[in-house]
């Protein structure tokens, strides 16, 4: 039995290597993810009242946390993007 060369085996390795960029983008959505949840578990804990209990006014409150959240992430500075990116990007890239 023959095993395949070295050389080959390197070039399957470069094929799953992320893209920055993509990796970047996929760690700000989880970081979107994070302060909307975050925002969302806030909100429950204020104390309610009849004004802004309706259905209406919570799915508007909801929008207004994912648009705050998706234009939040990456630029909060909360670091879990960053570490996110750190975390998954090969040896030498990480900056």
Same mark, same amino acid.
């Given at each position: @039995?023959?095993? =395949?060369?070295? +050389?080959? &085996? !390197?070039? $399957?390795?470069? @094929?799953?290597? =992320?893209?920055? +960029?993509? &990796? !970047?983008? $996929? ?69």
């Amino acid at each position: @039995m023959e095993l =395949p060369p070295l +050389s080959g &085996l !390197r070039v $399957a390795q470069d @094929m799953h290597r =992320p893209n920055p +960029s993509d &990796l !970047r983008a $996929a760690a700000e959505g989880f970081e979107s993810l994070f302060l909307t949840e975050l925002l969302k578990r806030g909100r429950a804990s204020l104390p309610g009242d009849d004004l802004t209990s309706s259905h209406g006014v919570r799915m508007a409150q909801d929008m207004l946390d994912l648009h705050l959240a998706q234009h939040s992430a990456g630029q909060a500075r909360l670091g879990v993007a960053d570490a996110i990116v750190r975390q998954f990007a090969p040896k030498g890239d990480n900056p």
